[in-house]
Nanobody, 120 residues
Framework: QVQLVESGGGSVQAGGSLRLSCAFS????????MGWFRQAPGKVRKFVAA????????YYTDSVETRCIISRDNAKNTMYLEMANPKVGDTAVYSC?????????????WGQGTQVAVSS
């Protein structure tokens, strides 16, 4: 069974930087599309970024495209999200998810999330 564990959250000042990690286990990491999502207080969960199995294609939501870099290290079974100049509006629980493109289940596996709090 695939397991995902996020780390790297916490409190950060606006204008700083943060780096989140997502550790993958239980299957072949390089087979999966990986994504980051976030849920702000009182809001629905929203897509942030995704990366193809080989890491050569990336996708971002408009609000973070110029400030975020999603990456993965298939040798370490780990995905990352780096954010520059975080804003108070980026405060949310950030979750990683895994999508096996060989089926139609979409993002089938989810981590428990890591809280990011951006203060001004």
């Amino acid at each position: 069974q695939v397991q995902l564990v996020e780390s790297g959250g916490g409190s950060v000042q606006a204008g700083g930087s943060l780096r989140l990690s997502c550790a993958f286990s239980g299957d072949t990491f390089s087979d999966y599309v990986m994504g980051w999502f976030r849920q702000a207080p009182g809001k629905v969960r929203k897509f942030v970024a995704a990366i193809s199995p080989g890491g050569n294609s990336t996708y971002y939501t408009d609000s973070v495209e110029t400030r975020c870099i999603i990456s993965r290290d298939n040798a370490k079974n780990t995905m990352y999200l780096e954010m520059a100049n975080p804003k108070v509006g980026d405060t949310a629980v950030y979750s990683c998810a895994a999508d096996d493109p060989s089926n139609t289940k979409g993002y089938e596996f989810w981590g428990q999330g890591t809280q990011v709090a951006v203060s001004s």
